[in-house]
């Protein structure tokens, strides 16, 4: 009897863990066909952001990253053109508190939960997405985004920024397809 109420207690707290945390989750595509070995240097086009200090931090994190990867950033006229772009939604999560153990029983199990209260807490999640144009063709050959990486939060922010884009350029560039 007692192991169930510990094990029910156990599963409540996860539970109520489980809804605060999110982690960053990174998405890549390219386009299969562009040759990224032709590419050596990038060019800023537009970086929009509610908050106009994230502006020069997104290019310093995407500078830093391209640069170590072999790519040089011009003023303009870059092989590639670089567009970086936060979108926010809002997300919810559920929190329930469970109070008393009670006697009783619920599901089929002795002792049941007692009283559970169910709270909504709605908050918003940024997305960085970074978008790479050949200035050519003007088609797109790459896209990253890291959910989860900008907040209303500074102090998460500049943390949070530079570990999404690095694993967002993690596997940068794509190695060539391999044509049968």
Same mark, same amino acid.
């Given at each position: 009897?007692?192991?169930?109420?510990?094990?029910?207690?156990?599963?409540?707290?996860?539970?109520?863990?489980?809804?605060?945390?999110?982690?960053?989750?990174?998405?890549?595509?390219?386009? +299969?066909?562009?040759? %990224? /070995?032709?590419?050596?240097?990038?060019?800023?086009?537009? =970086?929009? !952001?509610?908050?106009?200090?994230?502006?020069?931090?997104?290019?310093?994190?995407?500078?830093?990253?391209?640069?170590?990867?072999?790519?040089?950033?011009?003023?303009?006229?870059?092989?590639?053109?670089?567009?970086?772009?936060?979108?926010?939604?809002?997300?919810?999560?559920?929190?329930?508190?469970?109070?008393?153990?009670?006697?009783? +029983?619920?599901?089929? %199990? /002795?002792?049941?939960?007692?009283?559970?209260?169910?709270? =909504?807490? !709605?908050?918003?999640?940024?997305?960085?997405?970074?978008?790479?144009?050949?200035?050519?063709?003007?088609?797109?050959?790459?896209?990253?985004?890291?959910?989860?990486?900008?907040?209303?939060?500074?102090?998460?922010?500049?943390?949070?920024?530079?570990?999404?884009?690095?694993?967002?350029?993690?596997?940068?560039?794509?190695?060539?397809?391999?044509?049968?």
């Amino acid at each position: 009897m007692k192991v169930q109420r510990v094990v029910f207690a156990l599963m409540g707290m996860m539970l109520l863990f489980a809804g605060k945390s999110s982690a960053q989750q990174v998405k890549t595509d390219y386009d +299969r066909n562009a040759n %990224f /070995g032709q590419y050596k240097t990038y060019s800023w086009e537009k =970086v929009q !952001t509610k908050d106009p200090f994230m502006v020069e931090r997104i290019k310093e994190a995407v500078n830093s990253t391209l640069a170590a990867k072999g790519w040089t950033l011009v003023p303009s006229g870059g092989d590639v053109e670089v567009f970086a772009i936060e979108t926010t939604q809002n997300q919810q999560t559920l929190d329930t508190f469970y109070n008393g153990f009670g006697g009783g +029983r619920r599901w089929g %199990f /002795g002792g049941g939960f007692g009283d559970a209260t169910t709270t =909504v807490e !709605t908050y918003q999640v940024g997305t960085l997405v970074i978008d790479l144009f050949d200035a050519k063709t003007e088609k797109l050959i790459w896209r990253g985004s890291s959910s989860d990486t900008l907040s209303d939060n500074a102090d998460k922010n500049t943390k949070n920024l530079d570990k999404g884009v690095n694993k967002m350029f993690q596997h940068f560039p794509p190695a060539p397809s391999k044509k049968h």
